[in-house]
């Protein structure tokens, strides 16, 4: 396995399916372009003699868009920013803080990241998109669904406040489990 000598760029990007870790090689000398996810590479390209441009490539189980822009700063300095789904890194993550839930936490010795997708109600556990049955209750719904030999429920319930909207909470065997932030 030949050393990342060229590894201008690192990022870590969460998904409704995990956590993607990005690498990006760019040799400045050399013109070439390596595009890493979750450690596979992607794309490379060697003796590209043009140093600026965009590379565009898929990150997780949902294909999503990712593209990474190099731009030139001064001489021979670059940047490197990382587009997803067309928005900037930045973005992307306020928008997922709006439209999705994510709880961490263990079960058995085990370590699960649950998500629900708002606009969709898809919950994801550990990358796998879980078999769900919802139904509606006198506060609001209730989405059920097992991990391994534990019940799971998703509580939605109006905060009662137009800002707020609705409050998603989760409760593994009987225990509200605290939401994560990543």
């Known amino acids: 396995l030949e050393k990342m000598t060229d590894l201008v760029a690192v990022w870590e990007v969460a998904l409704s399916d995990g956590v993607h870790k990005i690498e990006f090689e760019h040799g400045t000398t050399s013109g070439k372009r ?22 565009t490539f898929t990150v997780g189980a949902s294909k999503t868009k990712a593209t990474i822009n190099i731009d030139a700063v001064s001489g021979f300095a670059y940047e490197y920013t990382l587009e997803i789904n067309g ?11 709006k ?11 085990t370590d699960y990241r ?3 997708e708002k606009d969709t109600m898809d919950v994801w556990c550990n ?22 030999e534990h019940s799971c429920c998703i ?14 909470t989760l409760i593994v065997d009987d225990r509200e489990i605290p939401e994560a932030v990543e």
């Open 99 to 109: 439209t999705t839930n994510t709880w961490v936490l263990s079960l058995g010795g």
């Open 87 to 97: 928005k900037s890194l930045k973005k992307h993550i306020e928008n997922r803080l």
């Open 155 to 168: 509580k939605a319930v109006s905060s009662g406040k137009r800002k707020e909207g609705i409050i998603h």
């Open 34 to 55: 390596v595009v890493y996810v979750d450690g596979k590479e992607e794309i490379r390209k060697e003796w590209m003699f043009k140093l600026v441009g965009k590379e």
């Open 127 to 148: 990358g796998e998109k879980m078999e769900t049955a919802g139904e509606f209750v006198e506060d609001g719904t209730e989405t059920h669904f097992t991990v391994g």
């Open 114 to 116: 649950i998500v629900l």
